[in-house]
């Protein structure tokens, strides 16, 4: 079942379920896996039967009746999963059909919000945002999501995440703001975003 999900086989998975679905005893990891690809047709078919959209890969490792394959134990949903490679359409039949949770984090306490802000997902923070009030969330290091855009370079998110009330002036746990991150990472654009509503005299802890 994870194999046909993993490779986008969705008459495959359908066959599976149809005939032999009550040895597979979830579909959570199924789903996870679909949703990691960007298969939104054969997660939208797992969903109607029956798989938890806010289950983690932790919970899903503990569930599963199988050796044979190699399970994430870093607590993230598929929500996440969708996030982190930019599936939009998966996050967002997650989200508005699903009802998954924008706000659950992995173990490390990183949120979908964070992951796509630190890849580069625009369209994906866009949802999130829409569907969220916690915009600063930060990680127990301190970052927040406009610091993973900041860091990376990612100009329209950041313009997004200011535009959603962002705080401009969060500093991790080394007092670094999002501006002098981005100006540590030689982030030239971010920078002219920041200078404007940052403080330029505000220092690290280190």
Request: proline share 4%; net charge negative; aromatic share 6%.
């Amino acid at each position: 079942m994870y194999v046909a999900c993993h490779y986008g086989h969705y008459d495959i998975v359908q066959v599976l379920v149809q005939s032999r679905g009550d040895e597979f005893r979830n579909y959570h990891r199924p789903l996870y896996a679909a949703s990691f690809m960007g298969y939104v047709d054969i997660a939208h078919f797992l969903v109607r039967h029956g798989a938890d959209v806010n289950a983690t890969s932790q919970e899903v490792s503990r569930s599963s009746s199988s050796g044979h394959v190699e399970v994430d134990l870093d607590g993230a949903t598929p929500l996440f999963a969708a996030c982190q490679n930019g599936h939009v359409r998966v996050a967002r039949f997650l989200v508005d059909k699903g009802e998954a949770s924008v706000d659950l984090p992995r173990l490390d306490g990183t949120t979908p919000l964070h992951v796509a802000c630190q890849e580069g997902h625009a369209e994906v923070v866009a949802l999130l945002l829409a569907n969220t009030t916690n915009v600063n969330v930060a990680l127990e290091d301190g970052n927040s999501p406009l610091g993973a855009a900041s860091h990376f370079g990612h100009v329209p998110i950041v313009h997004q995440l200011l535009a959603n009330a962002a705080n401009v002036h969060h500093s991790n746990a080394l007092g670094k703001s999002p501006l002098l991150i981005a100006s540590e990472m030689g982030r030239l654009d971010v920078v002219r975003v920041l200078l404007p509503v940052a403080e330029v005299d505000q220092i690290d802890h280190v």
